[in-house]
Nanobody, 123 residues
């Protein structure tokens, strides 16, 4: 059974940093493209970042570019999202997802999803 378990969320102030983790089990982690999405009240699920399985190439949403960094550790079956200089508009539930395709083609193509971790940025 495949499981993706996110952790690391919490309440922080604007300008602070957080590192989210997503531990994967039940799948061959190195064979999956991994991505982070987020969803806040009243908004749809939004793409945040992706790291592709074959090249480790990364892509970011414009709203987080330069502030967030996605990385993965195949030995630990874990993908990370380092979030720096957090802003109130980053407040959301953050989800990780796995895609068996080497290319990222959107949230509908993701094979597995975690249950999310809440990040709240507020002063």
């Amino acid at each position: 059974q495949v499981q993706l378990v996110e952790s690391g969320g919490g309440l922080v102030q604007p300008g602070d940093s957080l590192r989210l983790s997503c531990a994967a089990s039940g799948l061959s982690f190195s064979r999956y493209t991994m991505a982070w999405f987020r969803q806040s009240p009243g908004r749809g699920r939004e793409f945040v970042a992706v790291i592709r399985r074959t090249t480790s190439a990364t892509t970011y949403a414009d709203s987080v570019k330069g502030r967030f960094t996605i990385s993965s550790d195949n030995a630990k079956n874990t993908v990370y999202l380092q979030m720096d200089n957090l802003k109130p508009e980053d407040t959301a539930v953050y989800y990780c997802a796995a895609d068996s395709s080497p290319r990222y083609t959107g949230p509908s193509a993701m094979d597995y999803w975690g249950k999310g971790t809440l990040v709240t940025v507020s002063s």
